[in-house]
């Protein structure tokens, strides 16, 4: 599918009750005509094209900044899963990990009650990231088990100007 992208194509609209009322305030040209110009306009500023995928039934869309000579392209090191950046429970866990924190507060800031899937879904993806870490690492489920703030995840932390209280930590 992203090769066909690439050349004039038809657009259905998710959802014609929003891609309508953006075409007549103009907001969009018109359908299909996006992805072209977006691709367009990175080859006139000298930028690599973008790519698109699908992943997992998910629409991955990935544009490239510019390189300035001597400078080494920039490796932001946190990619979560198919995402390029953490969601905003996983800044929220992040931030209240600069205290060691027990799985059920952590579970809380999610809004998340299944152990498994949250592990999964939201902590693995900070622990493999690099950005937290288990307190007793040996016994990733001893009752005991807190989590942590890296100092990699503090970095990021102090990257993005971000603190535990802006985050919505719920403390």
Known sequence: MPVLLRHPHASVPHNPLIAEPLFLTRLIEQAGSGILDMIALCEEAGLRSPEFRQDAGSF?????????????????????GTKSALSRHQMAILSKCLQDSDLLTLMAIAGRTDRTKFRRQVLHPLIAAGLV???????????????????????WLAERGTSGDSMGSGS
């Open 60 to 80: 991955v869309q990935t544009l490239w900044r510019p390189v300035h000579a001597g400078q080494a392209p920039r490796q932001d090191p946190v990619r979560v």
């Open 133 to 155: 870490e288990m307190t007793i690492a040996e016994k990733p489920t001893s009752r005991l088990q807190k989590c942590r703030t890296t100092p990699q995840g503090r970095s």
